[in-house]
């Protein structure tokens, strides 16, 4: 059986994730001045192909290797290829992108790991025989990076701004209690328009950077939370 | 560059996903990705790579590259081809003679520009 050996790994949250995503994003010529904030999400499949790390579609993935997708060595071709499951891929549209998305992540920052699967049981050995703990940083160090190439925060915010406008009244006839709470509002609603999953949306809306973007949206729209209304007094900015 | 590298060059020039494609051709995603990446032939019914063809919306030249460049691999004639050889005697006899004379694409395409010029 094969040891996948795994080598120090960086610490990558979210802001450091930003801005890897975002310096790959515009190396291969997205995010460039005037982008378009209303094309989101990123169609990472697309970028994946173009930066030659293309998506190839398999049956039974998942219920062969208990895996929705994979970043794999093709060493015939000499490149690092996408695998994903054909029944996630075809039947959840909302959520297959952020799987796209995720093993594109891993074969930016975790290279010197995925060069080492070479089959479906090399993926499986690497989900059951790594220590939890080091399994749990793999994983959320992707999903930033993910989260980040779908949703770039550069564009999100635009796109956040924008939507904010012009659904400010539903905002306020929401009465959201707190932060969480608007973010949950705002992700249902901007899920079903870009058609990613609530899960995703509420993870990008909901991201610590730099720049807390929930935070300054709802500043510069007067937003109040129903917690920090007093009693008797109107929850509109 | 063979039927299935063709393919996906054009599907994603057109920003076009595995899901697209076939939503709109209704054919097996799995089979599409098979035949781009070329561990399966590509289709041999005539059907079939008109539906790829018409999804990828290629114009009149391009839909009948691919449709020739599917026939090459499959190792047929394509199938208008086909059609005209069992009518017209001669043909095998110039196809022989063209096939014994090994000549590049280049040198084809000069003989059927000629063919098309002088006749």
């Known amino acids: 059986m094969k040891d996948i050996k795994i080598p120090f790994l960086p610490r990558i949250e979210e802001e450091p994730a930003r801005k890897i995503a975002e310096a790959f994003l515009k190396r291969n010529g997205y995010l460039q001045e005037g982008a378009n904030f209303m094309r989101l999400p990123i169609n990472v499949e697309i970028l994946a192909h173009r930066v030659g790390h293309p998506v190839?579609?398999?049956?039974?993935?998942?219920?062969?290797?208990?895996?929705?997708?994979?970043?794999?060595?093709?060493?015939?071709?000499?490149?690092?290829?996408?695998?994903?499951?054909?029944?996630?891929?075809?039947?959840?549209?909302?959520?297959?992108?952020?799987?796209?998305?995720?093993?594109?992540?891993?074969?930016?920052?975790?290279?010197?790991?995925?060069?080492?699967?070479?089959?479906?049981?090399?993926?499986?050995?690497?989900?059951?025989?790594?220590?939890?703990?080091?399994?749990?940083?793999?994983?959320?160090?992707?999903?930033?990076?993910?989260?980040?190439?779908?949703?770039?925060?550069?564009?999100?915010?635009?796109?956040?701004?924008?939507?904010?406008?012009?659904?400010?009244?539903?905002?306020?006839?929401?009465?959201?209690?707190?932060?969480?709470?608007?973010?949950?509002?705002?992700?249902?609603?901007?899920?079903?328009?870009?058609?990613?999953?609530e899960m995703i949306v509420k993870r990008a809306i909901l991201r610590k950077l730099d720049t807390n973007i929930l935070g300054d949206l709802t500043a510069r729209f007067g937003i109040k939370y129903i917690k920090d209304v007093p009693r008797n007094a109107s929850i509109s900015g | 560059m063979g039927y299935g590298e063709m393919l996906r060059s054009k599907r994603i020039e057109r920003e076009m996903t595995l899901r697209d494609l076939s939503s709109r051709t209704d054919i097996d995603v799995a089979y599409i990705s098979r035949v781009e990446r070329e561990t399966i032939n590509p289709p041999q019914d005539e059907e079939l790579l008109e539906a790829i063809n018409g999804a990828l919306n290629l114009p009149g030249q391009q839909s009948q590259e691919m449709k020739d460049q599917a026939a090459v691999d499959n190792r047929r004639f394509p199938a208008d081809v086909a059609r005209n050889m069992a009518k017209t005697a001669g043909f095998p006899l110039f196809l022989r003679t063209v096939s014994n004379k090994n000549l590049t694409p280049e040198k084809l395409k000069e003989l059927s520009d000629f063919i098309n010029e002088r006749y």
Not at chain 1, 70 to 87: F, V
Request: charged share 30%.
């Open chain 1, 56 to 197: 190839e579609v398999f049956d039974d993935l998942q219920s062969k290797f208990d895996c929705k997708g994979t970043a794999y060595n093709n060493k015939e071709r000499k490149r690092l290829e996408i695998y994903i499951d054909s029944d996630h891929y075809m039947n959840q549209a909302n959520s297959a992108p952020f799987t796209i998305a995720e093993e594109l992540a891993h074969i930016m920052i975790h290279s010197s790991i995925f060069t080492q699967i070479e089959t479906p049981e090399d993926r499986a050995q690497l989900e059951t025989n790594t220590r939890e703990s080091t399994r749990r940083v793999i994983e959320k160090q992707a999903k930033c990076v993910a989260s980040e190439l779908l949703l770039p925060s550069i564009l999100f915010h635009q796109y956040l701004t924008a939507w904010m406008q012009k659904n400010l009244k539903s905002i306020l006839d929401d009465r959201p209690n707190d932060e969480d709470d608007l973010a949950t509002f705002m992700a249902r609603k901007i899920a079903a328009e870009i058609g990613l999953s």
